[in-house]
Structures are given as structure tokens and as C-alpha cells.
């Protein structure tokens, strides 16, 4: 079954500094991978996604990941982060039925000052 | 934009209540989902629904239930509220079958049962 891991449950940045959160998926054929956040007392917020092509894909506040089939690894980046950022980051891939997805337990992401 | 509202954030109910969540999405979707979301677990889908009056039940359906009556609306059911589905209930939507579906999330329920 396919299934997603993300490492790092807590990740605390400075105000400025640059981020990648990590994700790593097992999944029997070419991923689609999912990037969501979740700013606090909210749902989820589609940040970014990779269906095919460029492995490098962009997506909205700033946010970039990089599909790496060698690694199984579809990592978020960002090269400044901003106190508004601080919430929790899913990664994602198809599965649990009706093209839903599967999640990874989440990474929270603290933005310190 | 498509929106998916959960008509309510917050619910505080007690021990055996019937608990109805509801769903609407505004855009035609085909897909709709409900999950539960609890620290340290992530998100774990509970039922699904591809068309009206059909549903499927997900990765934890155990005492609950859902209904589809209409396309746009879909609904939760606790027939009998435990302390242990004290959670945050993220409902959300898709467009059709097959393929990558990218799924837009309304912004959550959150019960107590207590």
C-alpha cells in the first residue's frame, strides 16, 4: 500500500532563514505527490503538487519541492520563511479510496524571531 | 474558487448524543470525503462518497456513519457520541474519479464529547 513519511515531527526555524521539510513516499508506480498546510484552527490549503514533468515544481506563498525518484523524497523548500509560515505541513500521495489521498503524520513548523 | 463549508467549528457534546456534521461543496464535485485528524496521527479517512446515496467506508468507519442525499452535501453521523471521537473532523471534495485528484478541504469541525 502506498504510504508517506515525514521524518521530522517538530522543525524550528529563525525568521529569515530558509526551510525543507522532508517527505518520502512508498508507492508502486510514478508518484503523484501532494504538498497541503494547515494554518492553526484551519483545514488544509493545497500549497503545491507533482503530477509529471519538471521534477522541480512551484507553488503558492513562495513554496517550491523537488520530486527525487532515486531517493523516493519530494521535499519542501523554502529560501525565507516568514512568521506567517509557521503552521503544519502534510505531504501526500493518492490513496484510501475514491483517488482520496494517504497523508504523513503532519511536520509543524515553528518560526522563531 | 470551489468551497467546501462545514457549518460547524465548534460542537461540545455529551456521552451518547446523536452528532450530525455537515458538509457542502459548491462546485459539482463528484468526490467527497470525511476525515479525523488528532495530534500525532495525521489524517485518517473515515468514509467517502463517489456519487449520491453511495459511500464507502475508509480506514477507520467504526461507529460512525454518512449520508448523501444530494450531490453538494454530505454528512457525518455519530449515532452515539464516545469521549474517544473528541477529534477535529476535516470534510473535503474532488472532482471526478480517476486520475490525481487534488482535494479542497473545508476548515474543519471541532468536537468534544464529553
Known amino acids: 500500500a502506498q504510504s508517506v513519511t515525514q521524518p521530522d515531527i517538530h522543525i524550528t526555524v529563525s525568521e529569515g532563514a530558509s526551510l525543507e521539510l522532508r517527505c518520502n513516499y512508498s508507492y508502486g508506480a510514478t508518484p503523484y505527490l501532494f504538498w497541503y498546510v494547515q494554518s492553526p484552527g484551519q483545514g488544509l490549503q493545497l500549497l503545491l503538487k507533482y503530477f509529471s514533468g519538471d521534477t522541480l515544481v512551484q507553488g503558492i506563498k513562495g513554496f517550491e519541492a523537488e520530486f527525487k525518484r532515486s531517493q523516493s523524497s519530494f521535499n519542501l523548500r523554502k529560501p525565507s520563511v516568514h512568521w506567517s509560515d509557521a503552521a503544519e505541513y502534510f505531504c501526500?500521495?493518492?490513496?484510501?479510496?475514491?483517488?482520496?489521498?494517504?497523508f504523513g503524520k503532519g511536520t509543524h513548523l515553528i518560526i522563531q524571531p | 474558487d470551489v468551497k467546501v463549508t462545514q457549518s460547524s467549528r465548534y460542537l461540545v457534546k455529551r456521552t451518547g448524543e446523536k452528532v450530525f456534521l455537515e458538509c457542502v461543496q459548491d462546485?459539482?464535485?463528484?468526490?467527497m470525503f470525511w476525515y479525523r485528524q488528532d495530534p500525532g496521527l495525521g489524517l485518517r479517512l473515515i468514509y467517502f462518497?463517489?456519487?449520491?446515496?453511495?459511500?464507502e467506508k475508509g480506514d477507520i468507519p467504526e461507529g460512525y456513519s454518512v449520508s448523501r442525499e444530494k450531490k453538494e452535501r454530505f454528512s457525518l453521523i455519530l449515532e452515539s457520541a464516545s469521549t474517544n471521537q473528541t477529534s477535529m473532523y476535516l470534510c473535503?471534495?474532488?472532482?471526478?474519479?480517476?486520475?490525481?485528484?487534488?482535494?479542497?478541504f473545508g476548515a474543519g469541525s471541532r468536537l468534544t464529547v464529553l
Open positions: 462518497s463517489y456519487d449520491v446515496k453511495m459511500k
Open positions: 462546485m459539482d464535485h463528484e468526490n
Open positions: 501526500a500521495v493518492p490513496g484510501g479510496g475514491a483517488d482520496g489521498l494517504t
Open positions: 473535503a471534495s474532488s472532482l471526478f474519479r480517476g486520475g490525481a485528484n487534488v482535494l479542497t
